[in-house]
């Protein structure tokens, strides 16, 4: 071992990194919290696309009149609220009141994550069938098709090019809201990194490496969805 190596095995930056990620096999927690993390963004995610789907609908609907229905307004109701208030409290209520006797703070975190995710996702929604022009619709009544069957054929494959960038963007935040999990006592990634730094005594090193994590996952992610993009491109010009 040369003088360099020797010097830097005794710094003080590799003992904080040694501390904060060799010692007892604590990189092994980081994995864990980010296990939990997956989970919650991943399930949650799939909760809010249902929602935020049914809820779309929901506000498009109108009377044969073109009024909004019962169900439009509820849906406006909906997302007004849930919008218009911090997700973190939404999870306290869900925890601590809603579903205070559950014993799963893990389905407690996706359904409120879930509910949160769902309004937005119903603007993303809403927002891409708009986009697609009306004479597509027109164009497919025209052909004898009904109003469901054009909708599904023809509408929401425009839809779906439309909304996927935000749908992205919408998933990405999901996964950084779900670092709030820890004010119900979950052990998320970010709460992970918070226990090495009490034990350690030294926050840097762990929070920096929490913050790496995030960040490589959501660069994947990006890139992933950049990719599936390009694709769906590349059909339109066919």
Do not use: C, H
Not at 46 to 75: D, Q
Not at 151 to 157: A, E, H, K
Not at 223 to 233: A, D, M, N
């Amino acid at each position: 071992m040369n003088f360099y190596a020797l010097g830097f095995l005794q710094s003080d930056f590799y003992q904080k990194f040694r501390n904060a990620f060799i010692v007892s096999d604590r990189y092994k927690l980081y994995f864990e919290g980010l296990g939990v993390t997956l989970k919650i963004t991943v399930f949650a995610g799939l909760l809010g696309l249902l929602i935020g789907t049914a809820v779309a609908f929901m506000k498009l609907s109108k009377t044969r009149n073109g009024k909004p229905t019962v169900l439009s307004y509820i849906a406006q109701v909906y997302t007004d609220i849930i919008r218009g208030t911090p997700s973190v409290l939404q999870l306290m209520i869900m925890y601590f009141v809603v579903m205070a006797s559950s014993k799963n703070p893990t389905l407690v975190a996706v359904l409120s994550f879930g509910i949160n995710s769902g309004a937005y996702v119903s603007e993303i929604v809403r927002a891409g069938i708009l986009a697609v022009d009306k004479g597509q619709e027109e164009a497919g009544r025209s052909l004898g098709l009904s109003s469901r069957t054009t909708m599904l054929n023809i509408i929401i494959p425009q839809a779906i090019k439309n909304a996927l960038p935000p749908l992205g963007n919408e998933f990405i935040v999901l996964m950084k809201e779900t670092a709030i999990v820890g004010y119900v006592g979950m052990t998320d990634l970010t709460r992970i990194a918070n226990k090495i730094s009490t034990r350690t005594y030294e926050a840097f090193m762990p929070l920096i490496g929490a913050a790496v994590i995030y960040f490589i996952i959501i660069k994947l992610l990006t890139i992933g969805l950049g990719y599936l993009e390009r694709r769906l491109r590349k059909s339109d010009s066919r």
